[in-house]
């Protein structure tokens, strides 16, 4: 049984090489409530950064990135691919979303 509103962490490696995320696969909607990112994509970057809770990604200067939608937004195709499945965000949902920008 799960305890309401627990965290439920899954660290991924990311197919881009030798990166990885820790995300919440249970994030909570009162976590994406307010969230007013402009559009649709933006909005998705911006959940996706609310569910992840550390990663392996450094700035030029060797600490650590900040998780931002904007840096989410950096991510390659292939990393989105895999952390959208983690959510348990699918191919129609996010082809949905697309079809009301």
Do not use: C, H
Not at 24 to 30: E, F, Q, R, T, V
Request: charged share 25%; aromatic share 4%; glycine share 6%.
């Amino acid at each position: 049984m799960s305890v309401l509103g627990a965290p439920k962490l899954r660290k991924i490696t990311l197919p881009s090489g030798d990166d990885w995320i820790e995300v919440n696969i249970a994030l909570p909607a009162k976590d994406m409530m307010g969230i007013d990112a402009g559009t649709d994509e933006e909005k998705s970057f911006a959940i996706i950064a609310a569910a992840i809770k550390d990663w392996s990604f450094t700035k030029a200067d060797g600490t650590k990135a900040d998780i931002t939608a904007e840096n989410v937004s950096l991510l390659s195709t292939a990393d989105m691919i895999v952390i959208n499945q983690a959510l348990g965000f699918t191919s129609e949902m996010m082809a949905a979303t697309q079809k009301k920008s």
